[in-house]
């Protein structure tokens, strides 16, 4: 076991911390002062009720319970569910049943059911490369109650085990999910892709660096935790790769019972971090070899003690370093024999610490014990954290511990926003923020929409839907950011597709006179992202590299962006849909969907991101532009200082793989899991 070092900090990452610290102004939280709209603001759809800034707004119902969602490309939310008697139904390839997958459209708030005919009990998933959503896994058919049956009965719904399902999203109701169990054979060419090497059942899905996809573990029948004889030790591809079967991995069987969902991140190097147990690898999947990091400290992170996780924001301030932050979980170290926990997990406390991977600096601070909490990206860089509870953990069993059928109890009502690169002790803020009326426990979910506001719904810890306590909940919640309400920028002249490197592209800032409103302005990118179990399935974020020229004369600003990094390119930000904002002092945008990479699958082109023009400043008096350099220390012109620190990483042209194999040694020596 390796021992657990102090953090040093490293001189480097005291002068990125120093670096970032004009920024850390305009990220403050609930900033009382009035924000000056630079152009007119977007219009904002209003609910009857009307949005209040930090507050929750109850909207609706969208008929199923939430336990899986994602946002696409089309604005269309897409939710699944397991199989069970929710109160609406479909009439589908199986005949007339209650639905478990529904199309939600947040402009109308309404919903259209549709007919997935599989059990979709815990399944995982993400986006393509190409824009298609994949999902995979799940569990056997169901009957009344949740009692596994091999007929499908009650609610006509076939295997989920092996299954997958497609969808290509839509904005005019057409679309459905393709499905199928026809197998794919390799070495044939015959086939559907349509059904995996084996049973999944809370798989994890990374997307990797060409667009496509890796499935990992699961288990074959379910249960509280995984258990050696049942467990799917191995990893497949998706689309198959090479031979198309399965590939045993050591790591997963190490780490039973608590193993599933195991959390992984593709890293810069090509790597995959995986986080399972207490422990830490990075596994090159090509070639099955890995790397141990240091076990994790204080609590299991992953399912079902379910830590909020998430790959902080990458940026130019922190050189687009890969850091992956673990908050809450349970430091239960007795899990049972698969079916329950054997005795009341429920009286349990759910662990209150928060750890980071990466050579930075620390903080010990959490609010409060939370498990099942769920990390949200916000536009200006923050995350929002919600849902949850104080006691227990994820999953539900007969077992009459306490209320109901949950294995967690005191739900956690009030949300709370994290700033990663606030100083330690100082990361967590309340300000303003008001609680939730309602309790959003296992199998909830949380997504964020392009107005910024957060849609969530789910909440069902329970075998079949009931409106005993705790209820299966169908209704939906938003949440609003501070500056919900408030003139916002406008992101316009976007370009639809961005790539890995190659020629900057300019957006218009309007009417802006103000330095300090120029220099806050960034380009931010937010993946799509498939969520389930407080997983975000290829989720992560980017802020683009940009300077800008404010022109006094005209009144004009303009920010010049580049291109995705080209080095190391999509390893770094993986192909397919996502949401581009414009933010300026902390406000963003509407967001755009954007296609990164050429929108298909396969190794991605990658070139040099050509240099951005200086930041300057065209001033009234006369037509002289005045030339920023870096000691503006402006997050502008540190952003040009670190474009020009990455050049000087390959003068002579490296390839990136070796680049990034020497950044993944560095990392791996200064590494360690710190709180
Ligand atoms: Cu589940």
């Not at 839509?170 to 059904?195: F, P």
């Not at 949380?446 to 719904?457: A, E, M, R």
Request: aromatic share 10%; with cysteine; proline share 7%.
């Amino acid at each position: 076991m390796a021992r657990l070092s102090r953090l040093t900090i490293a001189p480097t990452a005291l002068l990125s911390l120093l670096a970032h610290l004009p920024l850390l102004a305009t990220l403050t939280l609930a900033d009382p002062r009035p924000r000056q709209p630079s152009r007119p603001a977007d219009l904002l759809r209003r609910w009857p009720n009307g949005a209040v800034n930090l507050g929750f707004e109850e909207i609706g119902d969208m008929g199923i319970s939430a336990q899986m969602m994602f946002l696409s490309q089309t604005n269309k939310v897409y939710v699944l569910d397991k199989t069970e008697n929710n109160p609406i139904n479909v009439t589908g390839k199986y005949g007339t049943h209650p639905a478990w997958a529904v199309e939600y459209d947040t402009d109308a708030n309404t919903y259209r059911p549709m007919d997935v005919y599989s059990n979709t009990f815990c399944a995982g998933g993400a986006v393509m490369g190409n824009g298609t959503w994949v999902v995979f896994g799940g569990n056997q058919p169901v009957t009344t109650g949740g009692v596994a049956t091999s007929t499908g009965a009650a609610y006509d719904d076939t295997d989920g085990g092996t299954a997958i399902r497609m969808l290509n999203p839509c904005s005019d109701q057409s679309c459905e999910w393709i499905q199928g169990e026809t197998s794919y054979n390799a070495s044939a060419g015959t086939g559907g892709w349509l059904k995996m090497t084996g049973r999944r059942w809370y798989p994890m899905v990374e997307v990797l660096e060409d667009g496509s996809l890796i499935v990992i573990g699961g288990d074959m029948w379910g249960g509280y935790v995984n258990m050696a004889s049942q467990d799917n030790p191995t990893y497949e591809y998706f689309p198959p790769k090479g031979d198309g079967l399965a590939i045993n991995l050591q790591f997963l069987t190490d780490c039973l019972p608590t193993n599933l969902y195991a959390l992984t991140w593709l890293m810069p190097s090509g790597r995959l971090l995986m986080q399972a147990n207490l422990k830490t690898i990075l596994l090159n999947h090509t070639d099955t070899t890995t790397i141990n990091l240091p076990d994790m400290p204080f609590a299991t992170r992953v399912y079902p003690a379910s830590a909020a996780t998430a790959m902080l924001p990458l940026t130019p301030d922190n050189n687009y370093e890969a850091t992956l932050l673990f908050c809450g979980g349970s430091n239960v170290t007795q899990w049972g024999q698969g079916g329950s926990p054997g005795y009341n997990i429920t009286a349990v406390p759910a662990d209150n610490t928060c750890v980071r991977i990466s050579p930075e600096s620390n903080n010990p601070q959490y609010l409060e014990g939370r498990s099942m909490g769920q990390f949200v990206y916000l536009p200006d860089g923050t995350l929002w954290i919600g849902g949850g509870v104080g006691m227990g953990t994820a999953g539900y069993g007969n077992d009459n511990y306490s209320i109901g059928q949950s294995y967690g109890q005191a739900p956690l009502y009030m949300p709370a926003i994290y700033n990663y690169s606030a100083p330690a002790g100082q990361r967590w803020n309340r300000t303003g923020l008001v609680a939730s009326k309602n309790e959003r426990m296992y199998h909830s979910t949380s997504v964020l929409l392009p107005d910024s506001s957060i849609l969530i719904s789910g909440s069902n810890p329970n075998a079949d839907f009931t409106n005993d306590q705790w209820r299966s909940r169908t209704d939906i919640e938003r949440w609003y950011p501070w500056y919900y309400n408030n003139p916002r920028p406008t992101l316009s002249n976007a370009p639809n597709k961005l790539t890995y490197g190659g020629a900057p592209f300019d957006i218009p800032l309007g009417s802006i006179t103000s330095e300090g409103t120029v220099q806050s302005a960034k380009i931010v990118l937010i993946r799509g992202s498939f969520h389930t179990h407080v997983v975000g399935f290829g989720y992560r974020m980017i802020q683009l590299q940009s300077t800008y020229t404010l022109d006094l004369n005209s009144g004009n600003a303009t920010l010049h962006v580049s291109q995705l990094p080209g080095v190391p390119g999509p390893t770094l930000f993986q192909p397919g849909p996502a949401m581009m904002f414009l933010v300026v002092e902390g406000v963003p945008s509407i967001a755009q969907w954007v296609m990164v990479g050429n929108g298909q699958l396969g190794i991605q082109t990658t070139e040099a991101n050509q240099p951005l023009p200086s930041s300057k400043i065209k001033s009234i008096q006369n037509t002289t532009a005045t030339v920023l350099s870096g000691a503006g220390a402006s997050a502008v012109s540190s952003s040009q200082s670190k474009s020009a620190a990455n050049h000087s990483m390959t003068p002579d042209r490296l390839p990136a793989i070796l680049v990034m194999m020497g950044f993944l040694m560095v990392t791996l020596v200064s590494a360690s899991i710190l709180v």
